[in-house]
Structures are given as C-alpha cells and as structure tokens.
C-alpha cells in the first residue's frame, strides 16, 4: 500500500493531473497489469497529490515557469544523451502547464469584477449541492481539478464567494475529476477503477456537505482567508479519504468485483472469441 500510494502522489506530481493518472491507471487495471487493490490506492495516492499542485500554485510561483522551459530547451538542444533529453522534454512541458495555469487566473481576474457572476456565485453559495453539481460539471469540462480549484481561490480571493460557498464548489470539484475516467472506460472491468474514485469522492462529498460551516471554522487557524481555507480543504479532504479506505482497499476491490463482474465466457469452445475493446 506505501508503495502504490507513493507511486500516485508522484506521478500526479509529475503529470499535475489526477484526470490523466485515472485514465492511465484504468488502463492498466483494465487490460489486467494493475490489479484492482493497488489501482485504488494509487488512485488514492493521486488525489493527495493534485492537492499538493494546488499548495504550491496558491504561491506565486509563475516565475519559475520561463526558467524551466528555458533550461528544458538548453538541456534537450545541446545533450547528446537521450535521458538528458527526455528530461529537458519534461522541463518544457512542466513550464508551459505552469504557464497555461498561472494565465488562466490571470485571465479569469477581470471576469471576476462582473455583477452576473458575482450574484450567480453568491446564490450558489446559499445552495452547496447546487454548487457541488456546477463545479463537477465545469470540472469535467475542463477535465482538470486543479485548474478549478486554483479558479474558486482566486474568486475566494477577490471575495466574490465566502469560505463555506468556495469549500461546496471544492467538493464539486473534486467529484467531477473522476467522471473523465469513468465515461472513457467502455468495459465493466475497465469501469471498477474510476467507479471506486468515484464513490470514495462521492462519499466524502455527502459527509462534508452538511459541515462545511463547522468546517471553515476548523481550518480558519491555518489560515483566514477564504482562498487559503478553500486550498486547505482540497489537501485535508483527499488525505483523510486517503487514511480511511486505504486499509480496506482489498475488501472495496471485492465489492467493486462484485458491483460489475466479468463478462461470461462462451460454453461452446468453437465459438469465435474476438479482441475485447479494452485490450485495444
């Protein structure tokens, strides 16, 4: 379990998406090279690491993305090794996706000042499970939690929405980051994976949902604004599912087998069998 929780948190790092460690990991659960137990603690290991992206870009960091697409271009252009050029091919793609973050804030900053969206995001903090559904919706859209979460703090920032109302729409977000991986799985094997995301987040949105004043309250000593108790959340939410389901991982794999078993065989030995879909 250390191992795989660790090979999550890492990867995630690397990838700064837990959409695109779901769907690889669904693919290596479904054609049988992950098993299940370990695929959901990864996948565990993968929403502690998304919130730590979102620590580091609460900072103002988009400085170092020039510096690392500079040195990514320097090591890739003038190394004759292949390894130092596939880590300069990384530098590249670390600094443009802090690049790409850092401009959507930015980009979003005087949309904020708009009346309409002042008073949607108002009325959506008076009803958190409306909020919850719109922010998974515009999770699944963008199919990045991160990109989302960094979105709410920055109109948490602006003071367009109070602590209680940026937490609801956190909650949403974390919930539509795992429908991308759910909806591109087309074979009941490849669906227990996300399934299992999917309800660990599901049901850790249904015990915070009615706590979320109690909640703010708790995390105001971290810090008071509501864009750094909104970022706090998105980490203590995803470690404390992390610390509860990662012992019973093998007994929810059980249940997942049993929630979406695998397709019947053919009696008749000489019926044609073609190539599964999710091996493809």
């Known amino acids: 379990r250390p191992t795989a929780f660790a090979f999550g948190v890492c990867i995630t790092a690397l990838l700064q998406s837990s959409t695109a460690t779901g769907m690889m990991a669904t693919s290596f659960a479904a054609s049988g090279f992950l098993g299940l137990a370990p695929g959901l603690v990864v996948m565990l290991g993968a929403n502690v690491g998304t919130t730590l992206i979102v620590q580091v870009m609460s900072f103002n960091i988009a400085i170092i993305a020039p510096i690392m697409i500079l040195l990514g271009v320097a090591m890739h252009r003038r190394s004759d090794d292949v390894r130092l050029k596939n880590l300069g091919r990384v530098g590249i793609g670390l600094g443009l996706m802090l690049l790409a973050l850092h ?9 904020e000042n708009a ?28 199919h990045s939690s991160v990109a989302v979460v960094l979105l709410i703090a920055s109109f948490a920032t602006a003071g367009v929405i109070d602590a209680s109302g940026a937490l609801a729409l956190v909650l949403g977000a974390n919930l539509g980051g795992t429908i991308p991986a759910l909806l591109e799985a087309h074979t009941p094997v490849a669906r227990r994976l996300p399934l299992g995301n ?17 909640i703010a309250h708790w ?3 971290l ?4 864009a750094r108790v909104a970022v706090n959340f998105h980490t203590a939410f995803n470690l404390g599912l992390a610390l509860i389901f990662i012992l019973p991982a093998e007994r929810f794999a059980q249940l997942l087998e049993r929630l979406l078993p695998d397709p019947p065989r053919p009696a008749d030995p000489g019926q044609p069998l073609f190539l599964d879909e999710s091996v493809l």
Request: net charge negative; hydrophobic share 55%.
């Open 103 to 111: 401009l959507l804030v930015l980009t979003m900053a005087p949309i």
């Open 115 to 142: 009346q309409l969206l002042r008073d949607a995001l108002q009325a959506l903090s008076d009803e958190p499970v409306l909020a919850v559904l719109s922010a998974a919706l515009l999770t699944w859209i963008c």
């Open 198 to 214: 999917t309800l660990v987040r599901a049901l850790g949105c249904v015990v915070c949902l009615p706590l979320l004043h109690s």
């Open 219 to 221: 995390l105001a000593p």
């Open 223 to 226: 810090g008071s604004s509501p």
